[in-house]
T-cell receptor
């Protein structure tokens, strides 16, 4: 079974719209990482969250880790075509481990 | 900062040959590097964890004699796919862990096609 569940699997939005992607774990998230990937390319690091309730923002992207540290959300405000890609969450679910497990990703399409 | 390069980006080889993929951290030292495999529309599958100066740790189900990993320095790890077969065709991605930032930074990936 998948240790990290991402939802939705895919998302199509109109440029300018806000959107949210979720990452849920059945285990405690000791470190939660958001990456963006374009097809056939590597992953671009977006943000890392470690503390329950933590929230970080970069440009128009905000990520939160809930208090119980079992779910994270990624919110994009006023989406642009440049936001299109596959968003992956990765997590340390062992506590202090350098290894990450990943969700299957959310494919985002932004129509101009 | 935090740039990881991977070479080659794309390789086509004949069945039975070996292919070496290099992963380099360009602006930081990485005591730990990771090798992943990604299938279309699937998540990243961790193959092995590579530590500088020691043997790699392989995930369950990954053949260590098939996928040879060498972590010769704090900035270089190599993955060699030995006696490659068509089922080894895939997208291979490496990452390097920045111990200071406690973050994995990924290379651009290598697409391997075995004919």
């Amino acid at each position: 079974s998948q240790e990290l569940e991402q939802s939705p699997q895919s998302l199509i939005v109109q440029e300018g719209k806000n959107l949210t992607i979720n990452c849920t774990s059945s285990k405690t998230l000791y470190g939660l990482y958001w990456y963006k990937q374009k097809y056939g390319e590597g992953l671009i690091f977006l943000m890392m969250l470690q503390k329950g309730g933590e929230e970080k923002s970069h440009e128009k992207i905000t990520a939160k880790l809930d208090e119980k540290k079992q779910q994270s959300s990624l919110h994009i405000t006023a989406s642009q075509p440049s936001h299109a890609g596959i968003y992956l969450c990765g997590a340390d679910i062992q506590g202090g481990s350098e290894k990450l497990v990943f969700g299957k990703g959310t494919k985002l399409t932004v129509n101009p | 900062g935090a740039v990881v390069s991977q070479h080659p980006s794309r390789v086509i080889c004949k069945s039975g040959t070996s292919v070496k993929i290099e992963c380099r951290s360009l602006d930081f030292q990485a005591t730990t590097m990771f090798w992943y495999r990604q299938f279309p529309k699937q998540s990243l599958m961790l193959m092995a964890t590579s530590n500088e100066g020691s043997k790699a740790t392989y995930e369950q189900g990954v053949e260590k004699d098939k996928f040879l990993i060498n972590h010769a320095s704090l900035t270089l790890s190599t993955l060699t796919v030995t006696s490659a077969h068509p089922e080894d065709s895939s997208f291979y991605i490496c990452s390097a862990r920045d111990g200071v930032m406690k973050t994995q930074y990924f290379g651009p990936g290598t697409r391997l096609l075995v004919l």
